[in-house]
């Protein structure tokens, strides 16, 4: 019964810390909810490995059995699979939305000139987009079908993406125009209320949006989504 009782607090710890974490990433929630929450998921994380990791230690020192040991390694493994989450924290907290959220001003960081957009896109490979109005022209001037990835720095499956993305951009860009956006320095959050999750990609076509997929995705899967609704 005492164990059920560890497995059920344990599973509720970990459902609260899950979506805690969605609502660190998720766009659909307000700014200052998203700072709570990361802030949140970096004290229950924190908190979790020193407490795991104290425990093994104190365990293996008193006891010397191989079960101890084991725990100890484990809570180890544990730590060091940890990084990338504390690596996106850390981007998360210097990013430009925190900075907009502390000092009450928007950041320029990333920011293009709009009136470039049209002549980036026919001499880079992928567009940076900084603004609504910046948004609509390249989509509704393009003369190819257009595909836009939205993530923001602190997200790790939208840094794991990136090079995936840059990859299929590097081979296709002659037949399609590729864009992104920062979410964080992208100056009105409105214009993407729709966008649920990060990262996500948009597919257009003829000026109007045909498909979109979130999280992260193979080379092979984006190509793919390319040939289906292009």
């Known amino acids: 019964m005492a164990l059920l009782k560890k497995i059920s607090i344990a599973l509720l710890i970990f459902v609260v810390y899950m979506g805690i974490s969605y609502g660190a990433i998720s766009s659909a929630i307000p700014l200052v909810l998203r700072h709570i929450f990361a802030t949140l998921q970096f004290c229950i994380l924190t908190g979790a490995l020193i407490w795991l990791v104290l425990f093994a230690a104190i365990s293996t020192w008193k006891h010397r059995r191989l079960e101890s040991i084991l725990l100890l390694l484990l809570s180890f493994l544990i730590a060091v699979l940890s990084v990338p989450t504390y690596l996106g924290m850390i981007r998360y907290f210097g990013s430009a939305a925190l900075q907009e959220f502390r000092h009450g001003k928007k950041t320029t960081t990333g920011q293009v000139k709009t009136e470039s957009v049209t002549s980036q896109a026919a001499t880079s490979e992928i567009i940076d987009i900084a603004d609504k109005k910046q948004l609509d022209e390249f989509v509704a001037l393009s003369d190819k079908p257009v595909v836009i990835k939205v993530s923001a720095t602190w997200c790790p499956?939208?840094?794991?993406?990136?090079?995936?993305?840059?990859?299929?951009?590097?081979?296709?860009?002659?037949?399609?125009?590729?864009?992104?956006?920062?979410?964080?320095?992208?100056?009105?959050?409105?214009?993407?209320?729709?966008?649920?999750?990060?990262?996500?990609?948009?597919?257009?076509?003829?000026?109007k949006e045909v498909a979109r997929t979130t999280g992260f995705q193979i080379i092979e899967e984006i190509k793919e989504e390319i040939k289906k609704h292009f």
Request: aromatic content about 10%; hydrophobic content about 35%; charged content about 25%.
């Open 157 to 207: 499956p939208c840094q794991k993406l990136k090079p995936v993305y840059h990859e299929v951009a590097h081979e296709m860009h002659d037949a399609i125009h590729f864009g992104q956006i920062d979410i964080d320095s992208f100056a009105e959050r409105e214009a993407l209320s729709s966008v649920e999750s990060l990262p996500t990609v948009l597919y257009y076509k003829d000026g």
